[in-house]
């Protein structure tokens, strides 16, 4: 396939992630639009790795070439896991001290 | 049209409109559902560039373990379409607006990019298989595979010291 193809569809599912973030106030939402952008990235990052091996392969059969970036997706997944773990520790206890996960209300921290 | 090209387009199709989904739904639950089905699509991509390995791991880790947890919090709130909060209709149009323009500015600058003429290897290629990612991780990439267990730990303690009750 050709890479182009692979570079709109990641940018089309990163700017519906950012449509999602700026247009929602519940917080959970927020934190699984941040999600789908990671996976837009994580796409477009295997797609690229593939890129690059089919022109290493053309020069040498055994290369290896392109396995870097599709170890970066793996760590990519290892840090989204332990953000999410925090991330919704934090939402759980701010909706057990202000009983919402509207992000408006999370204003009054600079008070 | 051959059968790659075709499950190309199929998967894209449903990851955008699964996506469009997830951020149009007022109630979270089906948010959540429907960025399942987007991570499905993103999994089928992988496993038509044949990265097997990571189409499995994309399953097992956000399909399976985070959205099971985003579920779990948003049951734990007892969240539905009527405690949804709202934005009103101008900040949601001034919000579509801006993520439509990045949208417009990143596709006009990669339009005409050099690397238009490369092609991305579709099923076909090794690197993806779990023989070479394994003995690429634990080789080469040993030192960051052993941070980010301490990344790992970290992560549950700060977990437990944030929700545990006062």
């Known amino acids: 396939m050709p890479i182009n193809y692979y570079i709109f569809l990641s940018i089309a599912l990163f700017a519906i992630g950012i449509v999602g973030v700026l247009t929602r106030r519940n917080a959970i939402i927020i934190f699984m639009c941040i999600e789908l952008m990671l996976?837009?990235?994580?796409?477009?990052?295997?797609?690229?790795?593939?890129?690059?091996?089919?022109?290493a392969v053309a020069i040498d059969a055994a290369s290896t070439a392109g396995t870097d970036g599709q170890l970066f997706v793996f760590f990519i997944m290892v840090v989204a896991a332990a953000e999410v773990t925090v991330g919704l520790a934090i939402i759980v206890m701010l909706y057990r001290n202000i009983h919402s996960v509207d992000v408006n209300f999370l204003n009054r921290l600079k008070h | 049209m051959n059968i790659t090209q075709i499950l190309f387009w199929f998967l894209s199709v449903v990851a955008l409109f699964s996506a469009l989904m997830v951020i149009t739904n007022k109630n979270p639950v089906y948010s959540v559902l429907w960025l399942i089905v987007t991570f499905f699509a993103i999994s089928g991509h992988y496993i038509l560039l044949n990265a097997q390995f990571l189409a499995i791991v994309n399953i097992i880790v956000y399909a399976?373990?985070?959205?099971?947890?985003?579920?779990?919090?948003?049951?734990?709130?007892?969240?539905?379409?009527?405690?949804?909060?709202?934005?009103?209709?101008?900040?949601?149009?001034?919000?579509a607006v801006a993520g439509g323009c990045l949208l417009l500015v990143l596709v006009a600058a990669l339009k005409d990019t050099d690397i238009k003429q490369q092609q991305a290897m579709v099923n076909g290629g090794s690197i993806g298989l779990i023989k070479n990612l394994g003995k690429e991780l634990f080789t080469t990439y040993v030192v960051p595979f052993e941070i980010s267990s301490i990344l790992f730990l970290s992560a549950m303690v700060g977990a437990v010291v944030i929700g545990k009750k006062e």
């Open chain 1, 39 to 55: 996976n837009a990235v994580n796409l477009l990052l295997v797609a690229f790795s593939k890129m690059h091996h089919l022109k």
């Open chain 2, 64 to 95: 399976g373990a985070i959205m099971v947890l985003f579920l779990f919090v948003i049951m734990l709130m007892n969240l539905n379409k009527e405690t949804e909060p709202q934005k009103n209709r101008w900040l949601r149009m001034a919000g």
